[in-house]
């Protein structure tokens, strides 16, 4: 592929253009309208492609597919990425910048000089010196997350359309919403995709592999408080406020948290708050790589907390769990030429293979429990949700060659 011209830069910089930011407080699917213009972008120019069954649904979705050209029986594969970003940082009106040769000086983001990056706090980009950068200018993040993912299918995809002679299989192409809120697969038609393995593009640093993450549930509890008249309280008001900070406060400070914890040790993490004196409800997200320990930071969870209400007469408290999604390395190793392709696909790009693992999640690991093997390949997008995002252009090639490369060892081993 060295004297192909990748449009991968210029379909991102279109892309990110587009406000997709989704709502995790919306009762819609998807969680915001907005979502469905950059679907309908993509619809346009994957027919463009000659991709004629490319189409978006009444959820968001965007299901297309790039025919196979081979004669062998070869399993469909499918490249998925996601549509909405982060509601952490607006979305809106974003002015993407590229800058060219970057020489490992700060960035200086124009919009808000205040907001600058640099290589002591974002060290991957001392590896990135001499690369094409793309940032926001400084007022918004930069949506890399996961419109990189996009653009890089988009590359591949019109680079196997132009060059017949590689051989590959039904490629299945699939875009969704609302990944970003926990929400990415509720509404996909499975029979329609109609794929047998699957691989999201939704990792960060060149050549990482995730065949791993953690496995989710969130908790929810709402703290009931009895209310009284201020004036008239004494020995009757029960303040469900200062139940809930209490309780809050009880958390282990050096451990369970986001903040203190690295690597493969999980967490406990409270995400929203709110209520008044009578009536305080609480979320929780909490996240492990071995499924088993989620149920025991729960039942400690549910200790501290009764332990806080015991000091509280006259406060009690409903407990709930909701189970969000799972390793998807349970699924994935029952499939091992899954990974051993998209191994043989990164280095085939020359590119030095990082395997890792995830501490979140992503649409592939559901997809991966509702019947598609999907792991997880790199973008290049690094710094996501936040002012500081940026993207290295050729990290973005190379997984444009990867895919391509990919699709290619599918039809080799049919």
């Given amino acids: 592929m060295q004297s192909y011209s990748f449009t991968v830069a210029d379909r991102f910089m279109r892309y990110v253009r587009i406000d997709t930011q989704s709502d995790p407080f919306s009762k819609t699917a998807p969680s915001t309208e907005k979502q469905k213009n950059l679907g309908r972008m993509l619809v346009s120019e994957l027919n463009e492609m000659g991709l004629s069954d490319a189409c978006l649904d009444e959820y968001g979705y965007v299901y ?7 004669t062998k029986k070869i399993p469909v594969i499918c490249f998925c990425a996601h549509m909405d970003t982060a509601p952490d940082c607006s979305g809106r009106e974003v002015r993407p910048i590229l800058h060219r040769h970057y020489d490992g000086s700060d960035i200086i983001l124009p ?29 918004t993040l930069l949506g890399a997350d996961d419109k990189a993912g996009i653009a890089i299918i988009m590359d591949a995809i019109e680079y196997l359309r132009a060059h017949p002679q590689l051989r590959h299989g039904d490629i299945r192409i699939l875009f969704t919403p609302d990944e970003e809120i926990g929400r990415g697969v509720d509404h996909i038609d499975m029979q329609k995709l109609g794929a047998d393995f699957g691989y999201t593009l939704d990792a960060g640093e060149l050549g990482s592999y995730e065949d791993e993450t953690f496995s989710a549930d969130g908790v929810t ?4 408080g009895i209310a009284a008249h201020p004036g008239y309280a004494k020995d009757k008001m029960v303040n469900a406020i200062k139940v809930a900070s209490a309780f809050i406060d009880y958390l282990p400070r050096g451990e369970w948290s986001p903040e203190t914890t690295e690597g493969r040790f999980g967490f406990v993490h409270p995400v929203h708050m709110e209520g008044n004196a009578e009536k305080v409800t609480l979320q929780f997200i909490i996240r492990d790589f071995i499924t088993a320990r989620l149920a025991a930071y729960e039942d400690s969870l549910r200790d501290k907390l009764e332990e806080v209400l015991r000091k509280t007469p006259g406060a009690r408290a409903d407990f709930s769990v909701q189970q969000q999604y799972r390793n998807m390395k349970e699924v994935l190793d029952l499939h091992p030429r899954v990974s051993e392709y998209a191994h043989q696909a990164i280095a085939r790009a020359g590119v030095e293979l ?18 598609l093997p999907c792991p997880n390949l790199f973008t290049g997008e690094m710094a996501f949700h936040g002012k500081h995002e940026y993207v290295s252009v050729q990290d973005m090639q190379k997984s444009v060659e990867t895919l391509v490369h990919l699709a290619m060892i599918w039809e080799e081993r049919g």
Avoid: C, E, W
Avoid at 64 to 70: D, E, F, V, Y
Avoid at 221 to 224: D, E, F, N, R, W
Avoid at 354 to 371: I, N, P, Q, V, Y
């Fill in 354 to 371: 990082k395997r890792s693992s995830a501490r979140g999640g992503t649409d592939g690991s559901r997809l991966s429990f509702m019947g």
């Fill in 64 to 70: 297309a597919t790039l025919p196979g050209n081979s």
């Fill in 221 to 224: 509890i709402v703290i009931h």
């Fill in 111 to 139: 919009d808000d000089p205040g907001q600058v990056i640099s290589t002591t706090d974002h060290p991957y980009l001392k590896s990135k010196i001499g690369d094409d950068i793309i940032t926001a200018s400084g007022t």
